[in-house]
């Protein structure tokens, strides 16, 4: 069975960092590119970064509005993904979702809270 299991999610305040974690099973992690989303209410769910696997590179893709605050990285011993959020804004409120696109289904862990607020 595929899951995957977020964790890290808090209270910051603005300009503190985080870091999120998301631990993979039933699935061969190392072979898949692996993603981090968010939705804040109201609001669609959208893509926040992206590591491909290290057979290709493991490159990493951004949304602008994060780019030069979060860096995302994956640690294939431990099927693990991570989000390092640093600089963090009150726009950076939001449920936060690993992700992976497996056998054209897109498969979501259940989403860790990320609240920024003074």
């Given at each position: 069975?595929?899951?995957?299991?977020?964790?890290?999610?808090?209270?910051?305040?603005?300009?503190?960092?985080?870091?999120?974690?998301c631990t993979a099973s039933?699935?061969?992690?190392?072979?898949?590119?692996?993603?981090?989303?968010?939705?804040?209410?109201?609001?669609?769910?959208?893509?926040?970064?992206?590591?491909?696997?290290?057979?290709?590179?493991?490159?990493?893709?951004?949304?602008?509005?994060?780019?030069?605050?979060?860096?995302?990285?994956?640690?294939?011993?431990?099927?693990?993904?991570?989000?390092?959020?640093?600089?963090?804004?009150?726009?950076?409120?939001?449920?936060?979702?690993?992700?992976?696109?497996?056998?054209?289904?897109?498969?979501?862990?259940?989403?860790?809270?990320?609240?920024?607020?003074?």
């Amino acid at each position: 069975q595929v899951q995957l299991v977020e964790s890290g999610g808090g209270l910051v305040q603005p300009g503190g960092s985080l870091r999120l974690s998301c631990t993979a099973s039933g699935f061969p992690f190392r072979i898949y590119a692996m993603s981090w989303y968010r939705q804040a209410p109201g609001l669609e769910r959208e893509l926040v970064a992206s590591i491909s696997s290290f057979g290709f590179g493991a490159g990493t893709n951004y949304a602008d509005s994060v780019k030069g605050r979060f860096t995302i990285s994956r640690d294939d011993a431990k099927n693990s993904v991570l989000l390092q959020m640093n600089s963090l804004k009150p726009e950076d409120t939001a449920v936060y979702y690993c992700n992976v696109r497996r056998q054209g289904n897109m498969i979501w862990g259940q989403g860790t809270q990320v609240t920024v607020s003074a």
